[in-house]
């Protein structure tokens, strides 16, 4: 299934499934299905697998019932926000987690830093959230060097600490598309990750979750990004250094996951700052970051309201 979170005429967020052009609304149809299912995807993924399988009984129930009937609207004019529009903690991001990105970052420093030899962890803020087509801020007075990052982020089922690596695919609920974008400037000049990534609208996210069984091998997925049409990155997933079960049983030695937990696996190369002369974005540029089996985003450079 792909599930969405969506604005309703009064500007409240709902989940909702997608079937082809139509957006099933899932309290609705989850009535319809006599299961009572929660109004945001976080509420639902917390509910476990009893969440799940209303979610499939709600679109079943659904049927072939066309747009325009009660529940059901067009996915084309609905405004969807980032699959989980308000998470409970931190983003969790991986950081130089593709051999040929980390090989382009230190040449771009002018060092010879090998890939690293274990995950390097860092958080985007919650307030980075933003939407899969909403604009991506640009504030001169704040950063002249936007950078982009795509990847593929994994959203947490069940949580757990000490989740060991054999049974850590068990705890994924399903998979998104992220853009890690980053301030460079202020990357470079406060010495840290976190400022430069975690601005608000730094992080769009989506345009939806597909769930984990319809993504049985996420490590063979390809990854690209497009600048106004122009491939900037173009990768697959199968390139990761730390794969997705290593990455969650590190985390969750010394620290607790919790469902609805954001893991962005890291960009491979192709990033603005490291080519030869620099790329930023700039307002008026179009970011579209796509990772295969999941869908698109497409991002316009210039001012959120």
Request: net charge negative; hydrophobic share 35%.
């Amino acid at each position: 299934m792909r599930l969405v979170s969506y604005l309703d005429a009064t500007g409240d967020d709902r989940a909702g499934i997608v079937r082809g052009d139509a957006i099933i609304d899932l309290v609705f149809w989850g009535r319809a299905a006599r299961r009572t299912l929660p109004q945001t995807l976080n509420n639902l993924i917390e509910m476990g697998p009893e969440g799940l399988d209303g979610a499939r009984a709600a679109l079943e129930a659904a049927g072939d019932y066309p747009i325009g009937s009660n529940g059901i609207l067009p996915l084309a004019g609905t405004k969807l926000t980032a699959p989980i529009p308000n998470p409970r903690r931190n983003i969790i991001c991986l950081g130089r987690n593709y051999v040929e990105h980390a090989l382009e970052s230190a040449a771009a420093r002018g060092t010879s830093t090998p890939p690293p030899a274990h995950p390097v962890y860092f958080t985007k803020a919650t307030t980075a959230i933003n939407g899969p087509y909403d604009p991506i801020p640009y504030d001169p007075a704040f950063s002249t060097e936007i950078d982009w990052e795509v990847e593929l982020g994994v959203i947490m089922g069940a949580g757990g600490r000490n989740i060991p690596e054999e049974r850590a695919m068990e705890h994924v609920f399903g998979y998104t598309v992220i853009n890690d974008v980053t301030a460079r400037d202020l990357q470079n000049r406060h010495l840290q990750w976190h400022l430069g990534k975690s601005f608000d609208g730094s992080c769009p996210m989506g345009p939806w979750i597909v769930t984990a069984d319809e993504l049985p091998d996420p490590h063979n997925l390809r990854i690209t990004l497009r600048v106004n049409g122009v491939t900037k990155q173009d990768s697959n997933t199968s390139k990761l250094i730390f794969n997705i079960p290593t990455c969650i049983a590190v985390y969750s030695r010394g620290i607790t996951l919790q469902p609805c937990d954001i893991i962005a696996t890291g960009t491979p190369e192709g990033v603005g700052y490291a080519r030869k002369p620099p790329e930023f974005l700039k307002p008026g540029d179009v970011v579209e970051s796509e990772v295969e089996g999941i869908g698109v985003m497409r991002n316009p450079v210039g001012v959120r309201e």
